[in-house]
């Protein structure tokens, strides 16, 4: 299966249902850190968990509806990167990430996220990427605007985490933005 090299050591490639192992030591090395925003720590509690969470991924993948992508660094799996709806017709997807607090601050959700975010708007002709965020999550924020994403919303109180109702920030950019962008980028490394 393809690597895609993020550097420093780090690789992205799809996290599969045989990576079930893997997964929960990863959410095990970071659960309290990763489960603060999201629910995943939740769902993959046990192997069968993180078996079942992985198949769910493969049938969304399989019906072109989603897929999961790990972030391995130095061999190890420390997070991942997600699309968690894909509607190919209607050109518009939501991305997503965990990553354990050992990896967090060198800037693998970015670069991953880049590669992904080209691909599904160069070779897979999304219009929109949506990147929902706890508004008390600034490091994800903060990578929704290192990807040029800007911020167009805000939910109150729409989402029950662990007993507590919290607010979540929608971000997005638009294939034309990221297109400028990218080139921008590329005509100043000239």
Do not use: Q
């Amino acid at each position: 299966m393809y690597a895609t090299s993020l550097g420093d050591g780090a690789e992205l490639k799809p996290l599969e249902v045989w990576h079930a192992a893997e997964l929960l030591a990863n959410i095990d090395r970071g659960r309290e850190f990763i489960g603060r925003h999201v629910g995943l720590p939740d769902v993959v509690s046990d192997l069968a968990g993180a078996h079942a969470w992985l198949k769910s991924y493969a049938d969304k993948r399989s019906a072109d509806a989603g897929s999961v992508h790990g972030i391995w660094l130095d061999g190890t799996l420390v997070g991942g990167l997600l699309f968690r709806v894909w509607d190919t017709p209607g050109g518009v997807c939501e991305a997503g990430c965990w990553l354990e607090p050992a990896a967090a601050g060198r800037g693998l959700v970015t670069r991953g996220m880049r590669v992904l975010l080209d691909w599904a708007f160069e070779e897979r002709g999304m219009h929109r990427v949506e990147w929902y965020v706890s508004a008390a999550n600034e490091p994800s924020i903060a990578v929704a605007r290192r990807l040029g994403m800007t911020r167009e919303g805000l939910f109150r109180e729409n989402y029950l985490h662990r007993g507590v109702r919290t607010s979540t920030e929608i971000w997005a950019v638009l294939a034309p933005e990221w297109r400028a962008a990218r080139a921008g980028t590329a005509h100043g490394d000239h």
